[in-house]
């Protein structure tokens, strides 16, 4: 079992460029939830993909966006960077239907922006 | 104020010694909680998983919810250099697969050889 696979897995950028992250999540897994992690703090949920429909979000702006694919794979977008969107973006895939949230975490990428 | 407290350390032990990890939370809503470890450079692994007050044990492990004091702590007896990580923990409001989690900051531990 791979588990959560992310991609890339560093990634440099400039102020105002754009990025995407990719995620796979773990086999038999739907359900696709992202986060961002400013270093020496805790992740902070972004959003959480089900379905292909983006179903909760977190307190961040339009400029991060995602989408889900059939294969339940999921891309993050971050457009107009800013130097605060450097973190570690983590993917975290759970199954449903399940009885209890849990949740299985990629290793992330690593993002910079200069 | 921030949902989720936790002291961030650093925390430093020697091997053997039995560590005692803690978050406080202000947001009655919490009703899932789980602690998380993770390695430098890596993604968060889940350790535990709670729902209810009391002990939940899982071989050197304890998780402990309080939820009338909206505290939970996570213990670590015979506590060895592999333990040697950020601890994190988290809680949800629903039971739903994939849903918020809420972070605290981290605890960073140390355990000497």
């Known amino acids: 079992d791979a588990g959560v696979t992310q991609s890339p897995t560093h990634l440099i950028k400039t102020r105002g460029q754009q990025v995407t992250l990719r995620c796979s999540p773990k086999?038999?897994?739907?359900?696709v939830s992202w986060y961002q992690q400013a270093l020496g703090q805790g992740p902070q949920f972004i959003f959480q993909?089900?379905?292909?429909?983006?179903?909760q979000r977190g307190n961040f702006p339009d400029r991060f966006s995602g989408h889900q694919f059939p294969n339940y794979s999921s891309e993050l977008n971050v457009n107009a960077l800013l130097l605060g969107d450097s973190a570690l973006y983590l993917c975290a895939s759970s199954p449903t239907p399940r009885a209890y949230n849990e949740q299985f975490f990629g290793p992330g990428t690593r993002l910079t922006v200069l | 104020q921030k949902e989720v407290e936790q002291d961030p350390g650093p925390l430093s032990v020697p091997e053997g010694a039995i560590v005692s990890l803690n978050c406080t939370y202000s947001?009655?809503?919490?009703?899932?909680f789980m602690w998380y470890r993770q390695y430098s450079r890596k993604g968060p692994e889940l350790l535990m998983y709670t729902y209810s007050s009391g002990n939940k044990e899982d071989g050197r492990f304890t998780a402990q919810v309080d939820k009338s004091s909206k505290y939970i702590s996570l213990f670590i007896r015979d506590s060895q250099p592999s333990d040697s990580a950020t601890y994190l923990c988290?809680?949800?409001?629903?039971?739903?697969?994939?849903?918020?989690?809420?972070f605290g900051e981290g605890t960073q531990l140390t355990v000497n050889p």
């Open positions: 988290a809680m949800s409001a629903r039971a739903t697969s994939g849903s918020r989690l809420t």
């Open positions: 947001n009655s809503a919490f009703q899932y």
């Open positions: 086999s038999g897994h739907d359900t």
């Open positions: 993909y089900y379905e292909e429909e983006e179903r």
